[in-house]
Each structure stands twice: as structure tokens, then as C-alpha cells.
């Protein structure tokens, strides 16, 4: 399976513990299995019948947050946070960015968080929306 093939995940938007939101990056939620390695890609996100956005999506176990249960997460760029629990999303995760790294404390993670969603925007600046 090629990292840059884009791959479909969906699922129902549980909670978790609301710790993105917190550090300024909400998340929707989503306790599936995956074959997609853990790491950080690029993609796009449907949230109930809304239109497709880009999204950050997280796959993995959050250890440096002290969680070790694997899940796939989606920071939906240009989305309103609000609680969106209950709702179908599908997540097409276009391209991998880069693997999963364990930081020492909040500040290294939000600092990468940063990095990866100004690394996401210039990625859809050449990437434009699938819409087949």
C-alpha cells in the first residue's frame, strides 16, 4: 500500500476527551480500524451532509497525551467547533505527511501541530479537491 494513495475512513464522531480542543485543535473522533499507518496526513473530511473540507488526520495511539488506545482524529480546517458526536464522517486521507513522533510535553506537541496544519495549508495550495 502506497502512503500517497488516498485511502477512505469513516465512521460514526465519538468523544474522546477533549483535549484538542483545548490546545486549540478540535478534533472529530472516530474508533475504527485502519490499515493506514499511524502518522499525520493530509485529506479531506465530509462531516454529515456538509460540503468536503481539508483536514489534518491523525492516526495512532496519542501517548504523549497519556492515552494508548488507537483511533483516527480529523482537524478540520475552517470548520466551527462545536460538538459534532453522533455524526457519519468520512475521511479521505490523501497523503502522508509524516510518522508518528511521541513529544516530551504539550508544548513540543502543539508546536508540531502548528508546523503540520501550515505545512497542510500550503499542500492543498497544489492539491485540489477530489470530487469523484
Not at 490499515?35 to 492516526?59: E, H, M, P, R, T
Not at 504539550?106 to 495549508?121: N, P, Q, T, W
Amino acid at each position: 500500500m502506497s502512503k500517497s494513495d488516498a485511502k477512505i475512513i469513516h465512521g460514526t464522531v465519538v468523544p474522546f476527551r477533549g483535549l484538542g480542543r483545548k490546545l486549540g485543535f478540535p478534533t472529530a473522533n472516530l474508533k475504527v480500524e485502519t490499515k493506514l499507518a499511524d502518522g499525520v496526513y493530509f485529506g479531506w473530511a465530509k462531516l454529515g451532509k456538509s460540503a468536503k473540507k481539508q483536514a489534518l488526520i491523525f492516526i495512532g495511539r496519542p501517548t504523549t497525551v497519556g492515552d494508548y488506545d488507537r483511533r483516527v482524529e480529523a482537524h478540520i480546517l475552517d470548520l466551527a467547533d462545536k460538538d459534532y458526536y453522533g455524526q457519519e464522517l468520512v475521511l479521505e486521507a490523501a497523503h502522508f505527511h509524516r510518522d508518528y513522533l511521541d513529544f516530551k510535553n504539550f508544548d513540543e506537541l502543539v508546536g508540531a501541530i502548528k508546523s503540520d496544519e501550515a505545512a497542510a495549508h500550503s499542500w492543498f495550495k497544489h492539491h485540489a479537491l477530489h470530487t469523484s
